[in-house]
Structure formats: C-alpha cells, structure tokens
C-alpha cells in the first residue's frame, strides 16, 4: 500500500456520461498530480494540485476538470465521455511540487472503460 | 525544451541474460533522476533517485547509474519476476517551481 488511495478502481459508463474520480493523497503530502494511460501508452500528465490550488495543467481536455479540497483530497471529473476516454487514470502525491527524495507516490490507478 | 527519451521501447531477454535499459535526457536543470517500475494495471513503484553525475544505486539485480546526459539502469541475470515496464523521469525546474518529466518507458519480459 503506497498510501495514495484511489477510488473506484474500475468504472464502466456509456459515451456520454460523466464520471468522478476521486483521490486521497498520502498523509502529510500537499501535492496532488493526476495522470491518464493509455493501453501501452506513458503516462500523460493532465493536471496538478497543490494546497488546493491548481498549480500546472498538462494535455487535458475542456471535458475534464479537478479540483483539490481543503482536507486536500482531490476529484478529477470527465464529462461527455467518448471512447477514447477508456484508460488508467492515477493519482500521485508529494509533499511539495515537484516531487520529493522519492518522486511522486502515485496510487493504484482507476480503470475507467467507455462503452 | 526539457525531453526524456528512454530506449528501447521493448526488449525481450531470456532468464540470465544481462543487459541495460538507457535513458536520456535534455533539461535546463537537473535536480533529481528517478526509477520506477510499473507492472501491468498497476501505479508505479519507486525504485532509485539520483541526483549528480557518477553517482550509483543498486537494489538486488537492478543498478542505476546517472551521468551528465542520460542514465542506465542495468539488470544482471534477469528472472521472469523482473518483467515490468520500466519507468525514467526527470525532475526539473520550470515557472519557478520543480516537476517531474516521465519518459515512456522500456517494457522488459524475461523468459525462461
């Protein structure tokens, strides 16, 4: 258990919907950092969270929003859901930007399938 | 533009038979180079930070080694429990503050 916490870890929507993925960062960690990974693809960075402000944004598309909350959870919604969308998505945290002597802490993953 | 290359994309080996994984790297500032290791459906597990050129990390048949522009990580006598996709970033200072730049990875399997 790295300590980052992901939930769900699957979810099966049809095209079209919207969805909520959720995240808790590890214990004392301010940073959260979302990431989405394609079948055999890296991993592509979409957007970061510090303190509860957004702090960078990668390759994320207008359909998806985050937002990290004052007990510094984070949510990363995706709406009007296509095909493509169908990837892991991982949640990573640090203690400050930029990782710390160990990177990122990255979760478990989400698995969301669009049908 | 900072820019992390890892090479090869893939590589097969049989059980035994060492080899290294290479990657490189172009940013403004160094300030730290990681190793992760991913297994399929699952997040990235830390394995070595680097931080200055010459510097060396070894963990059971894994050795990681940094110089000015690219890194290794070398795998001696591999056994099929070794197969994961293996994962470099770099971590750099941009807009004032640091980030971490991920490569794309090597996919290693190992066969008996």
């Known amino acids: 258990d790295s300590g980052v916490t992901q939930t769900p870890k699957h979810l099966i929507t049809a095209t079209g919907q919207r969805v909520t993925l959720r995240c808790s960062p590890r214990?004392?960690?301010?940073?959260v950092y979302w990431y989405q990974q394609s079948l055999d693809q890296g991993l592509q960075f979409l957007i970061q969270y510090y303190n509860g402000e957004e702090r960078a944004k990668g390759n994320i598309l207008e359909r998806f929003s985050a937002q990290q909350f004052p007990d510094l959870h984070s949510e990363l919604n995706l709406s009007s859901l296509e095909l493509g969308d169908s990837a892991l998505y991982f949640c990573a945290s640090s203690a400050r930007t930029g990782g710390g002597p160990y990177g990122y802490t990255f979760g478990s993953g989400t698995r969301l399938t669009v049908v | 533009e900072d820019q992390v290359t890892q090479s090869p994309e893939a590589l097969r080996l049989q059980e035994g038979e060492s080899s290294s994984l290479n990657c490189s790297y172009t940013v403004s500032g160094l300030r730290g180079l990681f190793w992760y290791r991913q297994d399929p459906g699952k997040g990235p597990e830390f394995l070595f930070t680097?931080?200055?050129a010459g510097e060396e990390k070894e963990k059971e048949r894994l050795k990681a080694t940094l110089t000015k522009k690219e890194s290794f990580l070398h795998i001696t006598a591999p056994k099929p429990e070794d197969s994961a996709t293996y994962l470099c970033?770099?971590?750099?200072?941009?807009?004032?503050?640091?980030?971490?730049?991920f490569g794309a990875g090597t996919r290693l399997a190992v066969h008996p």
């Open positions: 214990s004392g960690d301010l940073s």
């Open positions: 970033a770099v971590q750099a200072e941009s807009g004032g503050y640091n980030k971490l730049i």
């Open positions: 680097l931080y200055s």
